[in-house]
C-alpha cells in the first residue's frame, strides 16, 4: 500500500466530524431561522436552492463523483494527477459559463423567477465556487483533515454570522447567502490551496476525450439523482404554495441531517474502494462493502424508529408549532435513511469502482420516473405528505434495481447482517424511552432524555448480544481510552 494512504480510521473520524458539523449547524440556527422567517420564507429559499441545483449539477457534469475515482487512480503521479485535474477543470469551467448563460435567460423569463431575482442571483454562487473548490481531488487524494477542519472554520463564521443579520421575516435572503456561504465558500480556500498538489503550468498532450464516455454517464447519474433529490421541491413550488414548500424542508431537514451520518462511511470508502479495485485487491474490497452495509443498517434502523416516534417533539424543537403539518412528511420520508444508505454502498462503493456506474443510473432513472409520477398524482391532494411518499417509493425502486443488478455478489454481505439482534435491540431502546413521550417536561429536553435512554438501551444490547461490529468498535474504542489493546470480555 502506498506510503501516500492514509488510515482508513482516521479519514473515518475526520469525516464523522465533518458529518457532524454539518447536522449540528443547522441543528444551532435552524430552530431559530424558522421561527423568524417562518414557512413562507424557508420556503422560498428552499425553493432557489433546488431549482438552482439543478444549474449546478449541469455544470459539474458528473465530475463530482468520476473525478474522485479518476484522480485517485494516478494520485502516486503528480504529473499524470496534474494533467487529470486540469482536464476536469476545464471541462467544468466551460459547462459553468453555459450554464450560468441558460440560468440568467430563465431569470429574466419567468416570472416566478424575477419577483426573487436577488436571492436566485445570490443562490447561484454554488455553480461557481463548486467548480473553483475541486472537491473531488481532495478527497481522491484522502485529504479529509484539511476538509474537515477548513469546513468547521466557514460554517462558524456562517453560524455568528446568521444570529447577527437575520432577524427579521425580510432577511430570508440574506439567510440564502449564509446558507451558501456555509456550504460552498470554503471552497476558495481549495482553489487556493490547489498549487500544494498538482503543477500548476499548462501540461502537454491534453486527452479531454477519454473523460467524455464516463463522465457523461455520471453526468446522467447526478441528473437522475438531482431530478428525484429535489423534484419534490420544485415540484411543490410550482404546483403549491411557498408554505407547503416550508413544510416540507422541514420534514427533509431532519431527514437530511441522518442521512449524513448514515451515509458517512461510505464516503470515505470510495476513493479507498477504487484503489482496491485498480491493483486487484478483491478480498479487501468485499471485506470494507460487508462493513460498511452491517453499519448501515446499525445506525439507520434505530434512527428511523426513533425519529418516526418522536416526529413531533423534533419538528416542534427544530421549527416550532407553527410547521405542525411537517409532522407526517416527516414520518413518511424516514425510511429513505435505510434505502438511502444502502444504494449509497452498493451504487458508489461497489459499482462505481467495478465500472459499471451504468446500472447506478439505470437504477436512478427508474426512481426519478417514478418520483415524478408519483408526484404529478398526489401532490396536488396530499401536498407535502404527497411528496414525502414520491420520495420513499423512488428510493425502494432504486435499491430493487441496484440489489438486482448486483444479487450475486452482495448475497454474502447482506446474510452476514444480523438482523434479529438489531430488531430486538430496536424494541428494547423503544421500551426505555417510549415513556418519555408522556412527560411535559418541553421538546429539548424530551428528546435528550428520550434519545438518551432509547440510544444507550439500543448499543448496550448490541454488546450483550455481541453483535460484530460493535464489540470490534468497542475494544478499539476501551484500547485507545487506557492505552493497552485489552478486549472486552464479553
Not at 161 to 171: H, S, Y
Not at 385 to 401: C, K, P, Y
Request: glycine share 4%.
Amino acid at each position: 500500500m502506498s506510503n501516500k494512504q492514509k488510515s482508513l480510521k482516521i479519514n473515518f473520524i475526520m469525516n464523522a466530524i465533518l458529518t457532524m458539523s454539518s447536522f449540528i449547524f443547522p441543528l444551532i440556527t435552524f430552530p431559530y431561522v424558522s421561527r423568524i422567517l417562518m414557512p413562507i420564507g424557508t420556503g422560498k429559499v428552499s425553493f432557489a436552492t433546488s431549482l438552482v441545483s439543478y444549474f449546478s449539477m449541469f455544470a459539474q457534469l458528473g465530475i463530482p463523483t468520476y473525478g474522485i475515482r479518476a484522480c485517485a487512480k494516478v494520485r502516486d503521479n503528480k504529473e499524470e494527477l496534474t494533467k487529470t485535474v486540469h482536464e476536469l477543470f476545464m471541462i467544468n469551467m466551460i459547462m459553468s459559463i453555459i450554464s450560468y448563460i441558460v440560468f440568467f435567460v430563465m431569470l429574466a423569463s419567468i416570472p416566478k423567477l424575477k419577483e426573487e431575482k436577488i436571492l436566485y442571483l445570490i443562490v447561484s454562487l454554488t455553480i461557481i465556487f463548486n467548480t473553483l473548490g475541486m472537491e473531488w481531488l481532495y478527497k481522491a487524494l484522502e485529504q479529509y483533515t484539511y476538509i474537515t477542519i477548513r469546513s468547521i472554520i466557514f460554517k462558524f463564521i456562517a453560524l455568528i454570522a446568521m444570529f447577527i443579520l437575520v432577524n427579521e421575516k425580510k432577511d430570508y435572503i440574506v439567510y440564502g447567502g449564509i446558507s451558501i456561504f456555509a456550504a460552498s465558500a470554503s471552497n476558495i480556500m481549495n482553489f487556493i490551496n490547489i498549487k500544494k498538489y498538482i503543477y500548476l503550468k499548462p501540461m502537454k498532450n491534453y486527452n479531454f476525450n477519454k473523460h467524455f464516455k464516463a463522465v457523461s454517464i455520471f453526468f446522467a447519474m447526478a441528473c437522475a439523482t438531482t431530478i428525484y433529490t429535489h423534484l419534490d421541491t420544485v415540484m411543490l413550488g410550482f404546483m403549491t404554495t411557498d408554505e407547503d414548500v416550508g413544510y416540507y424542508n422541514a420534514a427533509i431537514k431532519i431527514k437530511t441531517i441522518l442521512v449524513s451520518i448514515v451515509t458517512s462511511l461510505g464516503t470515505v470508502l470510495l476513493p479507498r474502494a477504487s484503489y482496491y479495485i485498480e491493483h486487484g485487491n478483491i478480498k479487501q474490497f468485499k471485506h470494507i462493502t460487508k462493513k460498511a452495509l452491517n453499519f448501515v443498517f446499525l445506525i439507520s434502523t434505530p434512527l428511523i424508529i426513533y425519529f418516526i416516534l418522536y416526529a413531533k417533539q423534533g419538528i416542534y424543537f427544530l421549527s416550532g408549532e407553527s410547521y405542525y403539518n411537517a409532522i407526517t412528511p416527516m414520518q413518511i420520508i424516514m425510511p429513505t435513511l435505510l434505502f438511502i444508505g444502502i444504494t449509497n454502498i452498493l451504487g458508489i462503493q461497489i459499482l462505481v469502482p467495478l465500472g459499471k456506474e451504468r446500472f447506478v443510473l439505470y437504477s436512478e432513472i427508474a426512481g426519478a420516473i417514478t418520483d415524478l409520477i408519483i408526484n404529478i398524482i398526489l401532490i396536488p391532494v396530499l401536498k407535502a405528505s404527497g411528496a414525502a411518499l414520491g420520495t420513499l417509493i423512488a428510493e425502494i425502486i432504486v435499491f430493487i434495481v441496484q440489489y438486482y443488478v448486483l444479487k450475486r455478489e452482495v448475497k454474502e454481505s447482506f446474510k452476514s447482517i444480523a438482523y434479529l439482534k438489531i430488531v430486538i435491540a430496536t424494541i428494547i431502546g423503544l421500551v426505555f424511552s417510549y415513556w418519555v413521550v408522556f412527560l411535559n417536561i418541553g421538546n429539548f429536553f424530551s428528546l435528550l432524555l428520550s434519545s438518551i435512554l432509547f440510544m444507550g438501551a439500543y448499543l448496550v444490547s448490541l454488546i450483550i448480544m455481541k453483535e460484530t461490529l460493535v464489540i470490534d468498535l468497542t475494544n478499539q474504542l476501551l484500547s485507545r481510552l487506557f492505552k493497552k489493546s485489552k478486549k472486552v470480555k464479553l
